[in-house]
């Protein structure tokens, strides 16, 4: 649920999102759940005469298995909470897995 | 009583009327009335006033002294023979089975053979070269009128006897349900009915005869018209082995289901052997809802489909299918249940003699409306095919699977705190607090999805959506959600199943981890093995030092959050123990992260590799660690900790590599570095430097020049800041209390020299870079620091040494904006007027 934890905390923050056919939209995140998907206003495709076919979308709701990368704002990343909370994660994965 | 004085009373109102029986002719109280002068019974004479007795003022409590209005649940079941009997029926029908089994065959047995029935597959019609599959579509469904007398015409009997249930459990729906109308229509449809089939000509008057509401359900009463067809009619899963006997006496039947009087419903259940029966069983009272649904739908179905009573037309066989599908290219136009079709805008034709008295163009209109209305009613049954599929109890049966899949991945309501948010949600709960959760509520709890659900079906009452039942219904679901809830709760949590000779364990997915996870299992003994002393292992062992450092931080600091109130005079003894407890555990973790920081370990000057303590501060995340460590341990720990820094200052990667010369300026890496090390390690230290009393800084900056290479510590800008921060507080120390031991002063003057002398000889090269490199405010401090405790001659020396830089810099600074240059000239001027100097006396 880190990754869950996380994009929730980007919520109407501009990201960038990577898909897996290599289309690249940037947007503001408005929601996330817990399978990642992901759901984007303002939305516009990086490379807009490369995808032309999206200059009309504004919302967009991206399934979250077709995501390869998000580019996080950086300012928007608290680095040490998100170390803890990822050791805090693997604790409890660990401590499932005995 | 009478107005005008006539005896108003009818005879049969003075008393029981003669006729009744008991009484004979003589009415013993007739006569009281007319006794008396044969005047009328006055009302005000014979009444006795007791009304007016009647006390009403608590009338209000009758329901609660005599059981009130009753709610269904409320009435007592204890008298309820006929539904303790239906309970039973499905025994009685079998003993009644057993016992005309063992009578002898009638001798009207028709060709129907009894053994075979059970057998059938449901396509032995198909065997028959002359068999006809049913061609009928099912408009009815859809309000249309039902084809009741097509269907009648076509087969009724046969299902007759086959099917003498359901006709007794339908009726009394299906006769509230004809209108007028219908009735007439049927009535005028049914002649015509025997043109398009004249396969079964005799068939309507038998019928007919039998019942007068030929509703599909009642049609079933006549003779076996095809003996020699049985298979024709064959899916009949349903059929009770008594049919054989039935048959043979048709005009028995209805004699025989009054015998029943209470079997309709659990006989009609029996027939199904389906997942419906089974599930009612369970909940006899909750059967009613679901019972009336397949029941209007039953009445609307011809006679040849009864098993689709209950059950999808799909479901058992594709038989129902087929035969509606072929109805089509029938001659609908002689239905007179299409004759109401909705949207034809002539006449009503209900005879196919008036479909020929038409005019040419409107009986292709007619016609072409008639086929779209057939399209249309294909269509709806093509989107209906699967309507049914699901029973009520279906449904319900996956709500609440799916509820304990919610139920069991949010964990317990209970449970559901604060805590387990935060274990689920660290990130999300802890930087929401942190920096304002922006539009949802913190704490909302995880599982108030659940909640809301329950809320919903508890307010969700009322005459909508599942019509008749529906609150019988929706209170089910309610008991079920709160069933599941409870499976949940009592169910342990075995969220993994470990298969026998597979790698991992295989986790359930849930809402929370929606995928899958297979975890793998870590062997214990791998853990300890120590490889060779390489450095691979060693960075290895320190990562993980660190790693258990953080974690027995996070353990201390969930533990804190848990820190119970503290405790006063008037605690109760469970606080105190809670407390003590509380201490207890405080203490153990505490003296865990002290053996996880590795400070206790022998020094051992000779050893080629650094100190395990030094080792952490040489990773990034080991230096962020130092500022949390410090907030848990006591004052003598941190001086150990500061004492430990100081003596191997130089061993300090971002000392010792981080010595800068005016031709190779630090790499960026190197620079980051030391920068986090000024950011997280300086200021515990300086914050506590700051506050150590003389003889500490005495003992600290003796170790660092007992211990350390001085020309790569003052080269350092970490060392550098480290020896500013003891200098400048030795000062501070001196001004602020003179007064202070003179032996301690004596022994700083000596260590100030010693520092002196060793610094001199670098000083022209303790700054980083060039001139124009603006990062060079801390030597200034440094340099500052040291004049101010220097002495005349001292200073001199300092000025010596760093004047080519001065002047450097004031040149520099004069080709600048104004703005940077003044913020270099401040620098320089910082250690210029510890010396009693100023710049401007240069310019």
Same mark, same amino acid.
């Given at each position: 649920?880190?990754?869950?934890?996380?994009?929730?905390?980007?919520?109407?923050?501009?990201?960038?999102?990577?898909?897996?056919?290599?289309?690249?939209?940037?947007?503001?995140?408005?929601?996330?759940?817990?399978?990642?998907?992901?759901?984007?206003?303002?939305?516009?495709?990086?490379?807009?005469?490369?995808?032309?076919?999206?200059?009309?979308?504004?919302?967009?709701?991206?399934?979250?298995?077709?995501?390869?990368?998000?580019?996080?704002?950086?300012?928007?990343?608290?680095?040490?909470?998100?170390?803890?909370?990822?050791?805090?994660?693997?604790?409890?994965?660990?401590?499932?897995?005995? | 009583?009478?107005?005008?004085?006539?005896?108003?009373?009818?005879?049969?109102?003075?008393?029981?009327?003669?006729?009744?029986?008991?009484?004979?002719?003589?009415?013993?109280?007739?006569?009281?009335?007319?006794?008396?002068?044969?005047?009328?019974?006055?009302?005000?004479?014979?009444?006795?006033?007791?009304?007016?007795?009647?006390?009403?003022?608590?009338?209000?409590?009758?329901?609660?002294?005599?059981?009130?209005?009753?709610?269904?649940?409320?009435?007592?079941?204890?008298?309820?023979?006929?539904?303790?009997?239906?309970?039973?029926?499905?025994?009685?029908?079998?003993?009644?089975?057993?016992?005309?089994?063992?009578?002898?065959?009638?001798?009207?047995?028709?060709?129907?053979?009894?053994?075979?029935?059970?057998?059938?597959?449901?396509?032995?019609?198909?065997?028959?070269?002359?068999?006809?599959?049913?061609?009928?579509?099912?408009?009815?469904?859809?309000?249309?009128?039902?084809?009741?007398?097509?269907?009648?015409?076509?087969?009724?009997?046969?299902?007759?006897?086959?099917?003498?249930?359901?006709?007794?459990?339908?009726?009394?729906?299906?006769?509230?349900?004809?209108?007028?109308?219908?009735?007439?229509?049927?009535?005028?449809?049914?002649?015509?009915?025997?043109?398009?089939?004249?396969?079964?000509?005799?068939?309507?008057?038998?019928?007919? !005869?039998?019942?007068?509401?030929?509703?599909?359900?009642?049609?079933?009463?006549?003779?076996?018209?095809?003996?020699?067809?049985?298979?024709?009619?064959?899916?009949?899963?349903?059929?009770?082995?008594?049919?054989?006997?039935?048959?043979?006496?048709?005009?028995?039947?209805?004699?025989?289901?009054?015998?029943?009087?209470?079997?309709?419903?659990?006989?009609?259940?029996?027939?199904?052997?389906?997942?419906?029966?089974?599930?009612?069983?369970?909940?006899?009272?909750?059967?009613?809802?679901?019972?009336?649904?397949?029941?209007?739908?039953?009445?609307?179905?011809?006679?040849?489909?009864?098993?689709?009573?209950?059950?999808?037309?799909?479901?058992?066989?594709?038989?129902?299918?087929?035969?509606?599908?072929?109805?089509?290219?029938?001659?609908?136009?002689?239905?007179?249940?299409?004759?109401?079709?909705?949207?034809?805008?002539?006449?009503?034709?209900?005879?196919?003699?008036?479909?020929?008295?038409?005019?040419?163009?409107?009986?292709?209109?007619?016609?072409?409306?008639?086929?779209?209305?057939?399209?249309?009613?294909?269509?709806?049954?093509?989107?209906?095919?699967?309507?049914?599929?699901?029973? @009520?109890?279906?449904?319900?049966?996956?709500?609440?699977?799916?509820?304990?899949?919610?139920?069991?991945?949010?964990?317990?309501?209970?449970?559901?705190?604060?805590?387990?948010?935060?274990?689920?949600?660290?990130?999300?709960?802890?930087?929401?607090?942190?920096?304002?959760?922006?539009?949802?509520?913190?704490?909302?709890?995880?599982?108030?999805?659940?909640?809301?659900?329950?809320?919903?079906?508890?307010?969700?009452?009322?005459?909508?959506?599942?019509?008749?039942?529906?609150?019988?219904?929706?209170?089910?679901?309610?008991?079920?959600?709160?069933?599941?809830?409870?499976?949940?709760?009592?169910?342990?949590?075995?969220?993994?199943?470990?298969?026998?000779?597979?790698? !991992?364990?295989?986790?359930?997915?849930?809402?929370?981890?929606?995928?899958?996870?297979? *975890?793998?299992?870590? @062997?214990?003994?791998?853990?300890?093995?120590?490889?060779?002393?390489?450095?691979?292992?060693?960075?290895?062992?320190?990562?993980?030092?660190?790693?258990?450092?953080?974690?027995?931080?996070?353990?201390?600091?969930?533990?804190?959050?848990?820190?119970?109130?503290?405790?006063?005079?008037?605690?109760?003894?469970?606080?105190?123990?809670?407390?003590?407890?509380?201490?207890?555990?405080?203490?153990?973790?505490?003296?865990?992260?002290?053996?996880?920081?590795?400070?206790?370990?022998?020094?051992?000057?000779?050893?080629?590799?650094?100190?395990?303590?030094?080792?952490?501060?040489?990773?990034?995340?080991?230096?962020?660690?130092?500022?949390?460590?410090?907030?848990?341990?006591?004052?003598?720990?941190?001086?150990?900790?500061?004492?430990?820094?100081?003596?191997?200052?130089?061993?300090?990667?971002?000392?010792?590599?981080?010595?800068?010369?005016?031709?190779?300026?630090?790499?960026?890496?190197?620079?980051?570095?030391?920068?986090?090390?000024?950011?997280?390690?300086?200021? @515990?230290?300086?914050?506590?430097?700051?506050?150590?009393?003389?003889?500490?800084?005495?003992?600290?900056?003796?170790?660092?020049?007992?211990?350390?290479?001085?020309?790569?510590?003052?080269?350092?800008?970490?060392?550098?800041?480290?020896?500013?921060?003891?200098?400048?507080?030795?000062?501070?120390?001196?001004?602020?209390?003179?007064?202070?031991?003179?032996?301690?002063?004596?022994?700083?003057?000596?260590?100030? *020299?010693?520092?002196?002398?060793?610094?001199?000889?670098?000083?022209?090269?303790?700054?980083? !870079?060039?001139?124009?490199?603006?990062?060079?405010?801390?030597?200034?401090?440094?340099?500052?620091?040291?004049?101010?405790?220097?002495?005349?001659?001292?200073?001199?020396?300092?000025?010596?040494?760093?004047?080519?830089?001065?002047?450097?810099?004031?040149?520099?600074?004069?080709?600048? @904006?104004?703005?940077?240059?003044?913020?270099?000239?401040?620098?320089?001027?910082?250690?210029?007027?510890?010396?009693?100097?100023?710049?401007?006396?240069?310019?």
């Amino acid at each position: 649920m880190l990754f869950f934890s996380f994009f929730k905390t980007l919520v109407d923050h501009e990201i960038t999102v990577e898909l897996k056919n290599e289309v690249c939209i940037r947007g503001t995140l408005k929601s996330v759940d817990q399978y990642l998907n992901i759901k984007l206003d303002n939305a516009e495709a990086t490379d807009e005469l490369r995808w032309p076919h999206l200059c009309s979308t504004r919302d967009m709701f991206i399934r979250g298995s077709v995501v390869r990368y998000v580019h996080l704002p950086s300012g928007a990343v608290d680095t040490a909470l998100l170390e803890d909370a990822t050791r805090r994660e693997a604790e409890a994965a660990k401590g499932k897995a005995k | 009583m009478s107005f005008f004085g006539f005896d108003t009373n009818l005879p049969r109102d003075r008393g029981h009327s003669t006729n009744a029986p008991g009484f004979g002719h003589h009415d013993a109280f007739a006569g009281l009335g007319g006794g008396e002068d044969g005047d009328a019974i006055d009302f005000e004479e014979t009444y006795d006033g007791l009304g007016d007795q009647l006390d009403e003022t608590d009338d209000a409590f009758n329901d609660d002294t005599f059981g009130g209005p009753t709610t269904q649940q409320g009435v007592g079941k204890d008298f309820d023979f006929a539904g303790e009997t239906s309970k039973i029926a499905g025994t009685i029908h079998e003993e009644q089975m057993l016992f005309q089994a063992r009578q002898p065959p009638s001798q009207q047995k028709p060709s129907i053979p009894y053994a075979s029935k059970p057998t059938r597959s449901g396509y032995e019609n198909y065997n028959n070269p002359d068999y006809i599959p049913q061609l009928e579509a099912r408009a009815d469904i859809w309000g249309l009128k039902p084809k009741q007398s097509a269907a009648a015409a076509k087969q009724p009997e046969f299902e007759a006897e086959l099917q003498p249930l359901p006709q007794q459990s339908a009726g009394a729906p299906a006769k509230k349900m004809m209108s007028l109308e219908e009735v007439e229509a049927m009535m005028r449809g049914q002649p015509v009915q025997e043109a398009p089939t004249p396969m079964i000509p005799q068939a309507l008057p038998q019928s007919f !005869g039998q019942q007068p509401v030929p509703y599909p359900q009642q049609v079933p009463h006549g003779q076996p018209q095809y003996p020699g067809m049985p298979g024709q009619f064959a899916p009949h899963i349903l059929q009770r082995p008594q049919q054989p006997h039935l048959q043979g006496h048709p005009s028995r039947q209805q004699p025989i289901h009054a015998e029943l009087p209470a079997q309709p419903v659990q006989a009609q259940q029996a027939q199904h052997p389906t997942i419906l029966q089974r599930q009612r069983q369970q909940q006899p009272a909750a059967s009613q809802p679901q019972r009336q649904i397949p029941q209007q739908a039953q009445n609307q179905r011809p006679p040849s489909q009864p098993r689709q009573i209950l059950q999808n037309p799909n479901r058992l066989s594709g038989h129902g299918q087929p035969m509606m599908q072929q109805a089509h290219p029938g001659p609908r136009g002689s239905f007179p249940g299409h004759a109401r079709g909705p949207s034809f805008p002539g006449m009503v034709i209900t005879h196919p003699e008036q479909l020929m008295a038409l005019s040419k163009e409107e009986r292709e209109a007619y016609l072409e409306e008639d086929a779209k209305r057939a399209k249309r009613n294909h269509k709806i049954f093509e989107l209906s095919k699967d309507n049914g599929l699901m029973t @009520p109890q279906d449904k319900n049966f996956i709500t609440r699977i799916q509820l304990q899949q919610l139920m069991s991945a949010t964990g317990n309501l209970d449970e559901k705190s604060l805590e387990a948010q935060i274990a689920e949600d660290f990130y999300y709960q802890v930087f929401s607090s942190i920096r304002g959760a922006p539009r949802q509520n913190p704490h909302q709890p995880a599982n108030q999805f659940a909640q809301t659900y329950l809320f919903q079906t508890n307010s969700r009452f009322g005459p909508r959506r599942h019509g008749r039942g529906g609150d019988n219904h929706m209170q089910r679901m309610e008991q079920q959600v709160q069933r599941a809830v409870e499976a949940a709760k009592a169910k342990p949590k075995g969220k993994q199943l470990v298969i026998e000779g597979s790698l !991992g364990k295989i986790s359930f997915s849930n809402s929370k981890t929606p995928r899958p996870l297979l *975890n793998l299992k870590r @062997p214990e003994t791998g853990d300890k093995i120590k490889q060779n002393k390489s450095l691979v292992a060693d960075r290895k062992d320190t990562l993980r030092n660190i790693e258990a450092v953080y974690m027995t931080l996070m353990h201390l600091e969930d533990h804190d959050r848990t820190r119970p109130p503290t405790i006063t005079e008037g605690s109760q003894p469970e606080a105190i123990q809670a407390h003590m407890e509380w201490r207890t555990k405080t203490e153990a973790l505490r003296k865990k992260l002290w053996q996880d920081i590795k400070i206790m370990e022998p020094i051992n000057p000779q050893s080629t590799t650094p100190h395990p303590f030094i080792s952490i501060l040489s990773f990034a995340k080991g230096k962020k660690a130092i500022q949390r460590i410090f907030a848990h341990i006591d004052e003598q720990e941190r001086i150990t900790v500061v004492t430990m820094i100081v003596v191997h200052l130089d061993q300090l990667p971002v000392v010792s590599h981080a010595v800068a010369t005016q031709d190779e300026p630090l790499s960026a890496s190197m620079r980051e570095e030391v920068e986090l090390f000024l950011a997280t390690v300086i200021p @515990p230290l300086f914050a506590h430097i700051s506050e150590s009393p003389l003889n500490i800084i005495i003992g600290l900056l003796g170790l660092v020049l007992d211990r350390t290479n001085m020309h790569v510590v003052a080269r350092s800008k970490v060392g550098m800041s480290l020896l500013t921060i003891l200098i400048s507080r030795a000062e501070l120390l001196k001004q602020s209390a003179p007064k202070i031991d003179s032996a301690d002063w004596e022994h700083w003057t000596e260590l100030y *020299n010693r520092l002196f002398d060793v610094v001199e000889p670098v000083l022209p090269v303790i700054f980083p !870079g060039n001139v124009n490199d603006t990062d060079d405010m801390y030597v200034w401090q440094f340099l500052a620091s040291m004049g101010v405790g220097a002495s005349p001659e001292q200073q001199q020396r300092l000025v010596l040494g760093v004047k080519d830089r001065v002047m450097e810099t004031v040149t520099v600074s004069k080709a600048l @904006p104004a703005e940077m240059a003044g913020a270099r000239l401040a620098n320089v001027n910082l250690f210029m007027r510890a010396i009693g100097l100023d710049v401007e006396l240069l310019g």
